[in-house]
């Protein structure tokens, strides 16, 4: 409540004298423990290694009966990555020593995958594991592409035409050809001419 | 009057004038207006096509990436990660698919594109990244191995 003026003090120097003193910042002496959450993990290693060797079972048991479906690879060819199945064409751009009717075999696969499991290489899958073959179908020229460059009003033009070779692969076969986990003693070795 | 000889030191000069033409308008046939028919007006849009095509044959490939990144990014965002945390864990694991093939398998393979999405929000959450958000998925087991 405001003081009654004498008619001298201004409302400014009544209403400061209602503030209460500034007291000093409490410095508080003791912390009190504050309620703390943490979060328990469980660590089972048991628990991964049987999910881990229940997952591998069950992808083995389709590699054995052949009942994993049709399967995809992502193969690395010429610099070049292509996801392919089976019956399918790839086209290879530029030279590529195959002539038509060379069967041969893709082995930097990146990954192998159907419905219900994929393998993915880290970067590339075992040569043994994959067998992804193809037969060259076709060996023909692109389309003829133009390279026209002018300045125009400069009396400056060029005109280049390229076609460049492309070859038709037909992929015949992609197929695991042992189970996860089961790889020969010696890899690299099958078929290979030395 | 029967000619059995030709004219001594006569020379046949130019005459190709129609096929010329004829190898501009060809390729100004899907062309609109006088600038399909009329040699001196389409040959201006024909050298102007052509350029653009050899411009956009460049500028395709960074197109396609660009698309694939897009596509790559909204799989990604569908399945709760994103497409740069995704080629981190890749780049860690040492798995090297390119856009191309992440693309492919996120339209065409989505259980593949799932595990990776999947392994990239468990190695997150084992390196103490994107914790905030949801829990990683259960049943994804690295052992500390990848």
């Known amino acids: 409540m405001l003081r009654e003026t004498r008619g001298k003090l201004s409302l400014a120097s009544q209403v400061r004298g209602l503030r209460t003193r500034a007291t000093p910042a409490v ?7 504050s309620v703390v ?11 991964e290694e049987e999910l881990t060797k229940y997952a591998i079972q069950r992808v083995n048991d389709q590699i054995g009966e052949n009942k994993h479906g049709r399967l995809f690879a992502v193969i690395y060819l010429q610099g070049k990555q292509h996801l392919v199945t089976a019956e399918d064409l790839v086209v290879v751009q530029g030279p590529f020593a195959p002539t038509i009717g060379d069967t041969f075999r893709l082995e930097k696969i990146l990954a192998v995958g159907g419905r219900d499991f994929t393998l993915l290489g880290r970067p590339l899958l075992h040569k043994d594991l994959v067998n992804v073959e193809a037969t060259v179908v076709e060996k023909s020229l692109s389309h003829c592409r133009i390279f026209f460059y002018n300045r125009r009003r400069k009396n400056s033009r060029k005109t280049k035409f390229e ?5 038709l692969l037909r992929i015949h076969r992609v197929e695991l050809l042992h189970k996860v986990n089961e790889a020969p003693d010696i890899e690299g070795v099958d078929g290979r001419i030395f | 009057m029967v000619i059995t000889s030709p004219t001594l030191f006569a020379r046949a000069r130019g005459g190709d004038r129609y096929w010329k033409r004829r190898r501009i308008l060809a390729l100004s046939s899907h062309f609109f207006g006088r600038k399909q028919n009329c040699y001196s007006i389409a040959i201006k849009y024909v050298h102007r096509a052509l350029r653009y095509g050899v411009r956009a044959r460049k500028l395709k490939k960074a197109d396609d990436r ?31 698919l390119d856009r191309k093939i992440l693309q492919n398998m996120a339209v065409w393979e989505p259980r593949s594109f799932r595990a990776l999405a999947s392994l990239t929000k468990v ?7 994107n914790t905030l958000g949801s829990p990683p998925p259960s049943g994804v087991v690295t052992r500390g191995m990848l």
């Open chain 1, 27 to 33: 410095l508080r002496t003791s912390v009190q423990p």
């Open chain 1, 37 to 47: 959450e943490q979060e328990v993990v469980e660590h089972t290693p048991e628990a």
């Open chain 1, 163 to 167: 076609r460049e070779t492309h070859t």
């Open chain 2, 123 to 129: 190695k997150q959450a084992e390196m103490g990244l």
């Open chain 2, 66 to 96: 660009e698309l694939w990144d897009t596509r790559i990014n909204a799989g990604c965002f569908e399945l709760g990660t994103k497409y740069s945390d995704m080629k981190a864990v890749m780049n860690d694991t040492g798995i090297a």
